[in-house]
């Protein structure tokens, strides 16, 4: 899952930074509201932690923006201890949950999976579908996080199971590179030309050879002919 991170306090951001890359996410940070606002034209993310006391502005305004726009990515408000004010503020601009500094790690961890639930949820009501897809051999289930080859759980890591999730999303729908490639890295990762391709061809010996199509020059289909 890829997310943003809006925040001014450097220190702070690289720890949580390092913490959410070991788990698995990928995450662009932003430091300014200028920064914020320019990232967002040009990616897509699953979630936004978004501190609202910025150099340059208030954070709700990002928010604002995010929600004007139709975007309905889930989003974390991070707040000080003492400032209950702004936690009802984000609430009533379109915050999904907020978070008091300092807070706990697994808290923090917790609230995602919460919120990013609640966002899988929209996706899949927008895709018209359901969080459980059956494809021929393949099964997965969104929610629980748990791809199924007939009858066997596959264990993938978290940049498989993120390639695997967007395309279970739409099975119907050619997957260009280029969005693939947007759901596994932010804007700072150093990228090699044939990550992609490592990817797909990881899932392919987890999954079966036919479960993923390659349409040339056009891209990827999950077709599900895994066993």
């Given at each position: 899952?890829r ?5 001014d ?7 949580l930074?390092?913490?959410l ?6 995450v662009d ?19 936004v932690?978004?501190?609202?006391h910025?150099p340059?502005?208030d954070?709700l305004d990002?928010?604002?923006?995010l929600?004007?726009?139709?975007i309905?990515?889930?989003v ?11 936690r009802v ?7 999904d ?9 697994e ?8 919120v990013s639930?609640?966002?899988?949820a ?11 897809v059956?494809?021929?051999?393949l ?7 748990v791809a199924?080859?007939a ?8 940049k498989?199971?993120?390639?695997l999730?967007?395309?279970?999303l739409?099975p ?10 947007r ?6 990762d ?13 899932l392919r010996?987890k ?9 040339r020059?056009?891209g990827?289909r ?6």
């Amino acid at each position: 899952m890829r997310g943003l991170l809006v925040e001014d306090d450097l220190s702070f951001a690289s720890a949580l930074l390092g913490l959410l890359k070991l788990r698995g996410y990928t995450v662009d940070a932003a430091h300014t509201l200028a920064d914020a606002i320019d990232k967002q034209r040009f990616a897509t993310w699953d979630f936004v932690l978004l501190d609202l006391h910025l150099p340059d502005g208030d954070g709700l305004d990002f928010l604002k923006l995010l929600r004007s726009n139709q975007i309905q990515t889930p989003v974390i408000v991070l707040t000080a201890k003492d400032q209950i004010s702004d936690r009802v503020r984000g609430l009533d601009a379109g915050a999904d949950d907020y978070l008091v500094k300092p807070f706990d790690t697994e808290e923090l961890l917790a609230r995602l999976r919460a919120v990013s639930r609640r966002g899988l949820a929209g996706e899949v009501r927008a895709a018209g579908g359901t969080s459980v897809v059956t494809v021929l051999d393949l099964t997965v289930d969104m929610g629980r996080g748990v791809a199924v080859v007939a009858g066997s759980p596959v264990d993938l890591t978290a940049k498989e199971w993120s390639l695997l999730r967007l395309m279970a999303l739409r099975p119907d729908r050619i997957h260009t590179p280029d969005s693939l490639m947007r759901s596994l890295y932010g804007f700072d990762d150093e990228v090699g030309s044939n990550t992609l391709q490592v990817f797909i061809s990881s899932l392919r010996r987890k999954l079966g050879a036919g479960c993923i199509e390659t349409l040339r020059g056009q891209g990827y289909r999950l077709v599900g002919k895994c066993a």
